[in-house]
C-alpha cells in the first residue's frame, strides 16, 4: 500500500485465486468502492431498480447427453434433488409460474408503473406458443434464460455444444417474440469459466448471474463489450423464501431495508443498482403476491429511485447522460 499526498493507493490485487481455483473472469476488475469513480445517476437519483421476471419451463425428461442440476427448489417437503418424472407437486409448482404466476406478477408491476424484463426458454417458447407472444406484448424487455429450467452450463459441455446452447436458445426465444434480446440470464445461474466470452461472441450485451457488484460492471479481455448487471441473491424470491426458508413477512422487511441502504450508501460512493430476481411461481402465487404489490408500490414511490430495465442499466454502465 502506498500514499500519495491525501490519497491511498493499493499496489496488490485485493483477490488473489488459488491456482487452481475455476475464475470465471479473470479480467474482471475487483476494487473499492473509493477507489473507482461514482456512477452518477440522472436528476439527483441514488438508485437504479430493474425487475427481471423469470418464465422457466420444466423439461420432465431430460435428454441423455444434457447438463442437470444436482439439486433444484420447489414442491412439497425439504427434498431439493432436481424434480422427478412424477413428481406432480414439484414439477407443476413450476408450471405455475407460466399459467397463472407471470401474468399476476406482470400485471402488478405495470399498475405499479415498473418496467419489467422477461426472461424466457426455448423450452417454454416451443411448447408454448401463447406464452411468448403474449410475454412479447407486455414485457419491456426480453431475456433469454437458455434451454430449459434444468438443462443448465457448465464444465460438462465442450466449447461447441456450449456455443450451439448459446445459439439454438437465443433464435428461439427471438423468432418466438419477434424481439431481439440483448440480455441473458443462465438457468441456475449456471456457466463455464467460458460462457461470457460467448455470449459476447453471439451478440449479447449484459448477463445477470452474477451478483458481484451494486452497480454494473463492464467485462474486459475476451469478454469486452459485456457488461454484468448484478441481481443479488438475497433479494431473489426462490433464494429467499426457498433455499434460506425466510419468513415471507420478513422478506418484506429484507427489500425494503436493502433499497433504505444502497441509498444512504449512494450519498457516500455513487449510483447503486439493485436487480430484483423473481420467479412467477414464487411471488406470483396468491399468497406472496401482496409482498410484491406493497413493495413496488411503495418503490415507486420514492424519488430517488429510478426504474429502468435491466438492459438500459447495461447501456448507461458508463454514464446516464
Not at 456512477?39 to 425487475?51: C, D, E, I, N
Not at 414485457?139 to 457448465?154: H, P, Q, S
Not at 444502497?262 to 436487480?275: N, Q, T
Request: aromatic share 8%; hydrophobic share 45%.
Amino acid at each position: 500500500m502506498n500514499s500519495i499526498g491525501t490519497e491511498t493507493t493499493f499496489d496488490a490485487p485485493i483477490i488473489v485465486n488459488p491456482d487452481d481455483a475455476t475464475v470465471f473472469a479473470p479480467d474482471l476488475a475487483r476494487t473499492y468502492d473509493p477507489h473507482r469513480e461514482p456512477w452518477t445517476l440522472p436528476a439527483g437519483k441514488k438508485l437504479v431498480v430493474s425487475l427481471l421476471l423469470h418464465a422457466p419451463a420444466y423439461l420432465d425428461d431430460v435428454p441423455a447427453g444434457l447438463l442437470k442440476p444436482a439439486a433444484m427448489q420447489g414442491g412439497v417437503g425439504r427434498e431439493t434433488s432436481e424434480p422427478r418424472h412424477g413428481q406432480v407437486a414439484r414439477l407443476s409448482q413450476w408450471d405455475f409460474g407460466l399459467t397463472a404466476g407471470i401474468w399476476r406478477l406482470l400485471d402488478i408491476a405495470q399498475a405499479a408503473g415498473v418496467p419489467t424484463a422477461v426472461a424466457l426458454d426455448s423450452q417454454g417458447v416451443r411448447t408454448m406458443p401463447g406464452l411468448a407472444e403474449l410475454v412479447a406484448q407486455q414485457a419491456d424487455e426480453i431475456v433469454v434464460r437458455g434451454r430449459a429450467a434444468n438443462v443448465i452450463l457448465g464444465t460438462g459441455p465442450d466449447e461447441e455444444a456450449e456455443r450451439a446452447y448459446i445459439a439454438e436458445a437465443t433464435a428461439a426465444v427471438q423468432d418466438a417474440t419477434g424481439r431481439t434480446a440483448t440480455g441473458w440470464f443462465g438457468p441456475e445461474r449456471s456457466q463455464s469459466a467460458r460462457t461470457t466470452r460467448l455470449l459476447r461472441e453471439a451478440g449479447y450485451g449484459w448477463f445477470g448471474e452474477w451478483p458481484v457488484d451494486e452497480r454494473p460492471v463492464e467485462l474486459t479481455g475476451a469478454s469486452a463489450g459485456l457488461v454484468a448487471v448484478p441481481h443479488p441473491l438475497e433479494t431473489e424470491d426462490m433464494f429467499s423464501l426457498y433455499t434460506r426458508g425466510l419468513p415471507f413477512a420478513a422478506y418484506e422487511r429484507l427489500l425494503d431495508a436493502t433499497v433504505d441502504t444502497l441509498i444512504e450508501d449512494a450519498a457516500v460512493v455513487g449510483g447503486r443498482h439493485l436487480g430484483l430476481s423473481w420467479f412467477g411461481w414464487v411471488l406470483g402465487q396468491a399468497c406472496f403476491a401482496d409482498v410484491a404489490e406493497s413493495f413496488l408500490h411503495r418503490l415507486a414511490a420514492r424519488p430517488e429511485v429510478l426504474l429502468a430495465t435491466p438492459g438500459t442499466v447495461a447501456d448507461r454502465v458508463r454514464s446516464w447522460t
